[in-house]
């Protein structure tokens, strides 16, 4: 916001000869002056802070969808192992981000490889970063890894959720956003004195920062465990392990949902920011904008993915739905800020057919992921990476990264090519920074046998084996096929035969 501004000087000479000490009133004038600019200024922030503090609110709330939607997904018996890993990817990233996570990050200035400051948030606040920003990413941390935790569910030892969701937030995530939010980034659209091909990458909200990360990290997760038992029968086809409650599922779906709108209008970080003085036009437009992007994209996924299963299938899936509808909030999320709402219909229904198309893969494959993250978050995520590059509109990219006028746009638009490559190189190094630093640590688990439970542990569930009991009483699909031990039933109400008068 630009500031007040007063002269005395000029003032007093305004005032005119009749005024009695004109130099003292333009004095006491200016002096209200910059009191009132100051309040404007001061308001500014407050609101800005706000705005920011809310947003992360709304994305730590996603910590109960994603809970919410995991137990819901996963077995009866597994539901507080579940709900157990959920709290704790809160709770040690919120550690461990605070230590390491954010300096590596944020911690400016630094190279383009890692952040050298702001370890245990020393020094800030900063007139860069404030508490709020912190806690803002700080939720974003916990995301990527919480992504990581549905695709190893049902078979991975509590000790291994501790030491990966450690690692993950306070190392391996902060470096790739680093690398394309921090303004010295080697790749960031925010670093204007050195863009990656002239335009950086435009990752708005994470698609691959934040979805690709998590997505791949389950993708190594998963792929060294292996499947569930009984996922796949001796014949290699593939088995359903339902989840036990479709009403969790939605339930997690609609509080992601929700969460969505601090997600991605909330990366803007600052509302208060007119584009045009006086205009009714600023980044409370984008903000608004960038909601209903996000709710189309959603939106169109959502009912692709209905019409699509249906003919493949037969049946109207509930589950497949909500899997969808994330789907397309994973892939919209990089270009929210910076395509029309038409593009957004586009970016949801080809997120559909990618989901689809990467869990019919996953069949062929044997690979098994409980909540199809690696194939929703990892193959969605890059789609909307790319997406972005086709389709970014000029003037949106100027408003939203300004300070570098002439940046290459989307493809489709007209802009060329370079956004493109850039955005190809993106996908390509958050593939190989993941798998270089997350495929080691869950190999080196497994081969210490930390890593995954064993058959016993697994078919009995992990609820009453390693967490002392079971979450309620219940009767899951495959309870037939348990070993001898405990076994729970549905109790059905006896018909009764009234008795004569």
């Given at each position: ?362 069949d062929k494959l044997k690979f098994d992921d409980p909540l199809e993250a690696a194939q929703l978050h990892g193959g969605c995520g890059a789609w909307g990476i790319i997406f972005t590059a086709l389709f970014a509109k000029e003037k949106y990219v100027n408003e939203v990264y300004p300070g570098k006028p002439g940046r290459p746009y989307g493809l489709f638009m007209g802009g060329g090519g370079k956004l493109l490559v850039a955005h190809v190189i993106q996908i390509l190094v958050i593939v190989g920074w993941v798998s270089a630093t997350m495929g080691p640590l869950f190999f080196a688990l497994h081969k210490l046998k930390l890593l995954r439970i064993s058959a016993e542990d697994e078919m009995a569930g ?40």
């Amino acid at each position: 916001m630009a500031s007040l501004s007063c002269s005395a000087d000029d003032l007093a000479q305004l005032l005119g000869p009749n005024t009695t000490n004109p130099t003292a009133a333009a004095a006491y004038l200016c002096s209200q002056f910059s009191t009132i600019s100051d309040k404007f200024t001061d308001t500014a922030y407050a609101v800005d802070s706000t705005y920011l503090l809310f947003s992360a609110y709304l994305v730590f709330s996603m910590q109960l969808g994603f809970a919410m939607l995991c137990a819901g997904s996963v077995r009866a018996k597994n539901t507080m192992n579940i709900m157990l890993t959920n709290v704790l990817d809160a709770a040690a990233g919120g550690l461990f981000y605070y230590l390491f996570g954010f300096a590596f990050a944020f911690g400016t200035p630094s190279n383009g490889f890692i952040g050298r400051h702001f370890f245990g948030l020393k020094d800030v606040p900063t007139q860069s970063f404030d508490y709020s920003s912190f806690l803002y990413q700080w939720a974003f941390a916990i995301a990527a890894a919480g992504i990581t935790s549905g695709s190893i569910a049902e078979r991975t030892q509590f000790v291994a959720y501790l030491i990966y969701s450690s690692f993950l937030t306070g190392f391996v995530y902060p470096v790739v956003s680093h690398w394309f939010w921090s303004t010295d980034g080697w790749a960031s659209a925010f670093n204007t004195d050195n863009l990656l091909l002239g335009s950086g990458v435009i990752d708005f909200a994470g698609s691959g920062v934040v979805h690709m990360v998590g997505g791949i990290a389950g993708l190594w997760g998963a792929l060294i465990e292996g499947p569930r038992i009984g996922r796949f029968d001796h014949s290699g086809r593939s088995v359903m392990l339902r989840g036990h409650s479709a009403s969790l599922v939605v339930l997690g779906t609609f509080l992601l949902w929700f969460g969505w709108y601090g997600f991605n209008p909330g990366s803007f970080t600052k509302i208060l920011s007119p584009y045009s003085s006086g205009s009714y036009y600023g980044q409370w437009s984008a903000v608004g904008r960038t909601a209903v992007t996000t709710t189309l994209a959603g939106s169109t996924a959502a009912l692709t993915t209905l019409f699509s299963k249906r003919i493949l299938s037969g049946h109207w899936n509930v589950t497949d739905v909500c899997n969808g509808l994330l789907g397309g909030f994973a892939a919209i999320t990089a270009g929210c800020s910076v395509v029309e709402p038409w593009a957004a219909i586009i970016c949801g229904f080809v997120a559909a057919v990618v989901l689809i198309s990467c869990n019919r893969l996953a069949d062929k494959l044997k690979f098994d992921d409980p909540l199809e993250a690696a194939q929703l978050h990892g193959g969605c995520g890059a789609w909307g990476i790319i997406f972005t590059a086709l389709f970014a509109k000029e003037k949106y990219v100027n408003e939203v990264y300004p300070g570098k006028p002439g940046r290459p746009y989307g493809l489709f638009m007209g802009g060329g090519g370079k956004l493109l490559v850039a955005h190809v190189i993106q996908i390509l190094v958050i593939v190989g920074w993941v798998s270089a630093t997350m495929g080691p640590l869950f190999f080196a688990l497994h081969k210490l046998k930390l890593l995954r439970i064993s058959a016993e542990d697994e078919m009995a569930g992990m609820d009453m084996t390693r967490h002392g009991g079971f979450a309620y009483i219940y009767h899951d699909d495959d309870d037939d096929l348990q070993k001898p031990g405990i076994q729970l039933r549905k109790i059905e109400p006896r018909a009764t035969t009234p008795t004569s008068v």
